[in-house]
Each structure stands twice: as structure tokens, then as C-alpha cells.
């Protein structure tokens, strides 16, 4: 059984960091999304630029929801919390 790093959000959608595991994924992928826009790629054109920008965005952030959804307890899905 493995363990879980995030736990179900009681209002809305998706999860919180319930462990040091799931707080230390969510401030690496903090810091990631905080470089890459801050100090992205010197290039002029501003299209080029933003597609880059773009592109590292995704590089990070879709493992960082794929992790966070296989490692939350429950699954996402839209709360109101009165569930169980």
C-alpha cells in the first residue's frame, strides 16, 4: 500500500499537501514555475520567448498534477464539503 502525499480538498477541487513529501513536491514545483518565468530563456522575439516559457511551464507542471493526483488519497473531484 502506498503512501499518500496529498489528502482531498474539503471545498472544491483537487488536494493539499497532507505530508513533508507533498509540501517539498509543491515548493520544488513552485520554485521551477518561479525560475522558468523569471529567468527564462534571453531570447528577443517575444513569440519564440513565450512559447519556450511555455513549453518549460508544461515540463513542469504536468508530472508535478500527474504525481500529486496518483499520490492523493481519494482521488480529485468537485466537493462541497458535506461528503463522507
Not at 503512501?3 to 472544491?12: A, L, P, S, T
Not at 528577443?44 to 504525481?67: E, K, M
Amino acid at each position: 500500500m502506498s503512501k499518500y502525499w496529498f489528502r482531498q480538498k474539503r471545498f472544491g477541487y483537487g488536494a493539499t499537501p497532507a505530508t513533508w513529501q507533498g509540501w517539498a513536491l509543491t515548493v520544488a514545483g513552485v520554485v521551477l514555475v518561479f525560475g522558468i518565468v523569471t529567468f527564462g530563456p534571453a531570447i528577443r522575439d517575444n513569440g519564440l520567448r513565450a512559447l519556450w516559457i511555455t513549453l518549460g511551464l508544461a515540463v513542469v507542471i504536468v508530472p508535478f498534477c500527474v504525481i500529486a493526483h496518483a499520490k492523493t488519497e481519494g482521488g480529485w473531484r468537485w466537493r462541497l464539503g458535506n461528503d463522507d
